[in-house]
């Protein structure tokens, strides 16, 4: 039930009042970012997508795989240059991995980080926003 200070408010200006979480939806953090933590946090995908050794970035071991395959039970498309454009859209940098990590690996992956997501750092889902 509203107010009647509320009442005389116009709609847009009640809108406004709300708190958003980014993205325009309830939750933890925009929806981009909720469904990329759910893929890192699923161990069943760490053949395709994990977190560095810190927690602090980001690894998409197999880029062709990974969107063939993981893209599209997450989000409504398989390319993984959309997921690239939406991660730069979001402040996520490419980074790059030490040497030693790369001669592990068989594809050519891609690292990603931002400086509010981390492993086990849920409750900072929120600030990672998408840029205006």
Sequence with gaps: MRSPAQ??????????????????????GPTFVSKLYKMLSDTGNARLITWTPAGDAFVVLRPSEFARKLLPTQYKHSQFQSFVRQANMYGFSKVTLPSALLTQLLAQPWAFKHPKFMRGAVDLLPEVRRKA
């Design 7 to 28: 009442e005389k408010k116009p709609a847009s200006a009640r809108a406004a009042q709300k708190p958003k979480t980014g993205g325009g939806r309830p939750g933890p």
